[in-house]
């Protein structure tokens, strides 16, 4: 049995060197299906893991506070409801809160060089534990310079895209003056690289001085909390619920603020990363389905072609389940054969598309694993779609009558 089934594949080797131009062609289909799958599913599953890693280093005591609808983009000022000053020392107040700091962010009108640019700008806290707090967060740390000291008024720390000529035809540096929403601000600090454009392109300046800018008054975006040691963060997040549905005489169900985890905001993210990929996913797909009908097509003109060699085959004592199975194997081959190459360039886009992050965005935000089992099973399927593409033609041929069949020009 295993001779035969060797003797199968010998046979569709040969045919496919045969007729090498066809053969390629057929792949095509099945080779852009598997190859787009696979380098969404990678990609995909490469910005959970840095979201995850992301998530991770800000460790599992901590706890984002923001108003409702604002979660996925907390700290940034918008015409809804507000988290303040009084809701801060709510949560300071907390049963399990260790320490609690607030900071805003909008985006602001930046001159400098005479040239005008609109980024984020972020209101920071000026007691140091506030802003290390933050910082441990937000992944911000100082590259050269200091951050702010309290009694610092009118003084700016830029993200690292300021150190280069990006925006401004020319970098800034420490002491300059920048105009930030018609307000001069002397440059006193530049943070390290964090791979996030919002991040590398925003400035921060002191809190009070921001609400004074900005004419926010006590508002805050968001709220950053760390639970006690040893407390469960989940228990110690229901607390600061109640505490500030009391404090904002909201009822339970009808919150207008939100309270979560790292491990919430992680599968927040991860759910619309789930949706993006199941539709590109779909889409991708349709590639497949072509492939598979390139496959039933090429094997319908392959029976044509060989029909006096089935029919030799039959008269030398082939049996109709040896014609089937020829076929079978032939178009499995097929399927098998495009996935391989399939996956060997989305394998290969994949990496490329890191690296590409890498250089121009940061080692932080895409960290490509590859699943051997999700390959095997995607070769798999490939050989499968192959084998069910083929279903009908090697049918068709099983049943060809040997005398018509040697008669056949």
Partial sequence: MSSMFHQYFLLAGKEFKRRKL?????????????????????????????????FDALGKDKLFISAKGNA???????DAVKITEDDLEVVKQTSGIKRAAGLIYSTGRIEFNEIVRYNFVSGMPEESEDR?????????????????????RYRAVLGYSYTEPTFFEKSIELGDTIIIQDRDFKVIGFLEKIGSPPDDQGIQIPLDIYAS?????DELGILIAQTDSGENVEFVAAAVEKDLRNSRDVEEGKEDFTVQTPQQLAGSF????????VVLVGIASISLLVGGIGIMNTMYTAVLQRTREIGVLKALGAQNKHILSLFLVESGLYGLGGGFLGVSIGVSLALLTEQLFFVFVGP???????????????????????VLSGIAPAYGASKLNPVDSLRYE
Wanted: aromatic share 8%; no cysteine; glycine share 12%.
């Fill in 22 to 54: 066809r053969s390629l062609l057929t792949l095509i289909g099945i080779i852009i299906g598997v190859a787009a799958i696979v380098s969404l599913i990678t990609l995909g599953q490469g910005l959970k893991n840095a979201i995850d890693d992301q």
């Fill in 72 to 78: 996925l983009t907390p700290g940034l000022t918008i």
């Fill in 364 to 386: 932080a935000f895409l960290s490509i694993e590859i699943n051997m089992f999700f390959i095997l099973g995607v070769l798999l399927f490939s050989f499968i779609v192959g």
């Fill in 132 to 152: 290390a707090l933050v910082g441990e967060a937000n992944s911000y740390k100082i590259m050269k310079g200091r951050s702010f000291e309290k009694g610092d």
């Fill in 213 to 217: 800018v900005f004419d926010t008054g």
């Fill in 270 to 277: 991860a759910t619309i990363l789930d949706i993006v990929q």
